[in-house]
């Protein structure tokens, strides 16, 4: 009888595609997945370490999981706190079997084997390998979307964040594995993501070539109904890019914003500001009016004053985004902002948080309002659950449809009401997307 595994994937769309890569290599191990945690012989956590709550998630989750698995078992931690803190991970986790990391060096906590090697790491009749995860196979997409990460790791150096020092330098994907992997997934949304999106290829001029993000864009496009991009570096959305995504079909922008305000976006080690900011935005609406805007921003970092708070309220309320997250800023040891002063009250960093989310709820409603009587494109991702250009998958609002839509297909429908970040569309038509 095949042996079973379980994999859990927490954090970000990029841990999912590390998990999903991981699942199609031990199918073509021969091992068999399971959604019975008790049932398997293979347990994988794959984690996130971006900011504490999300280790504290990690780490419950990770304990939650050892009560429910078999003793016979073998408890594998991977992911982003694997190679962020794998030695210490080890150590103050006897119940785990191994802590592995993606692509760097693996820490082994293993109570039966001897010695390990850095390439293949034996956890049961199919080993989990210290592999090169860009490059691994995937099985067919079990829903009608699928991410592509197109790279790994980053090059900047930004003030708030630790990636770079556990995920390495930025290493872009050969265009012709990214398209192979696109037409395995046999999706009809290819979402394409990364740590830095469009400096994709950057690493790699001489090979990829100069702006290689466009033509992996249009040729994605080619093989696929939409292609959407996520997590857009604001310095990079050149004009060029800004026209092939619209053509695409898919005008969707999330933009990588942070915060709006001069001095402290320096503090950051970003770049920009808000006038730049907006100034962008009002220019991809004039080429294309319904155009969707996501981006996120870090509330009460060091050395945010009330001015800059005042600013950033300003500019959501100029800019009115169709989908906004606000994050409460994380000191992440070994980061620059971790060595700044001017620390914000945590409870004043709540008492922003409150205000911005208020306002951007306002207008995220007052968006989808603008919506009903309006005809619109989904793609039916599950009955009664569709989505339009304007939401990504696991992120924004859907669209609730007629069950009677077929899954995986796409429909003409119109939007009757708007509830929260939710629209309700009425009718139906199939609509093939042969005009894509």
């Known amino acids: 009888m095949s042996q079973r595994f379980y994999i859990e994937t927490l954090g970000c769309p990029k841990n999912q595609v590390d998990s999903d890569k991981l699942i199609g290599t031990l199918l073509a191990d021969g091992m068999q997945s399971t959604d019975d945690v008790s049932a398997a012989d293979l347990v994988v956590v794959n984690t996130c370490a971006f900011i504490d709550e999300a280790r504290k998630e990690s780490i419950d989750t990770i304990l939650a999981i050892d009560d429910r698995r078999s003793d016979s078992s073998r408890l594998v931690v991977t992911g982003c706190m694997a190679e962020r803190y794998g030695a210490e991970l080890a150590e103050a986790l006897p119940e785990v079997d191994q802590v592995a990391g993606f692509g760097v ?8 084997a001897g010695p390990v090697g850095k390439k293949l790491i034996p956890v049961s009749s199919a080993p989990i390998p210290e592999l090169d995860l860009l490059n691994l196979p995937r099985p067919k997409s079990t ?5 592509v990460k197109i790279a790994e790791g980053c090059d900047r150096t ?20 990214i398209l192979t992997e696109v037409d395995e997934l046999e999706a009809r949304e290819i979402v394409l993501v990364a740590q830095d999106l469009a400096s994709y290829g950057k690493d790699r001029p001489s090979e990829l070539g100069a702006g290689s993000i466009v033509p992996l864009v249009k040729a994605v496009a080619e093989r696929t109904d939409w292609v959407r991009l996520l997590y857009l570096y604001p310095s990079d959305l050149t004009d060029e890019l800004i026209d092939a995504m619209c053509a695409t079909g898919v005008p969707y922008f999330d933009l990588s914003l942070q915060h709006v305000s001069k001095p402290l976006l320096r503090r950051m080690r970003r770049w920009g500001d808000g006038t730049r900011f907006l100034d962008r ?7 294309q009016p319904d155009a969707a805007f996501r981006s996120n921003f870090i509330v009460g970092y060091p050395g945010e004053t009330e001015a800059d708070h005042d600013q950033l309220l300003r500019f959501v309320e100029d800019a009115q ?3 906004c997250g606000f994050f409460a800023y994380s000191a992440e040891e070994g980061t620059h902002a971790y060595t700044l002063d001017g620390a914000v009250a945590p409870s004043l960093m709540n008492e922003r948080l409150a205000e911005l989310r208020q306002l951007q709820d306002d207008i ?20 009664g659950i569709a989505r339009s250009v304007r939401e990504a998958p696991e992120i924004d609002g859907v669209v609730h449809v007629s069950h009677d839509l077929p899954v995986g297909q796409f429909a003409e429908v119109e939007v009757a009401d708007a509830f929260g ?5 009425v009718g139906g038509s199939i609509d093939d997307g042969d005009d894509d």
């Open 321 to 323: 985004l169709d989908w």
């Open 364 to 383: 995220t409603a007052s968006r989808g309002d603008d919506m009903i009587g309006r005809a619109i494109r989904v793609l039916v991702d599950e009955p």
């Open 281 to 287: 935005i009002h220019d991809i609406r004039e080429r």
């Open 105 to 112: 060096p693996l820490h082994r906590h293993d109570r039966a």
């Open 143 to 147: 829903s009608p979307w699928a991410y």
């Open 421 to 425: 970040p939710d629209l309700v569309a």
């Open 158 to 177: 930004c003030g708030f964040c630790a990636i770079p020092s556990f995920r390495g330098p930025q290493r872009s994907r050969d265009i012709e594995q």
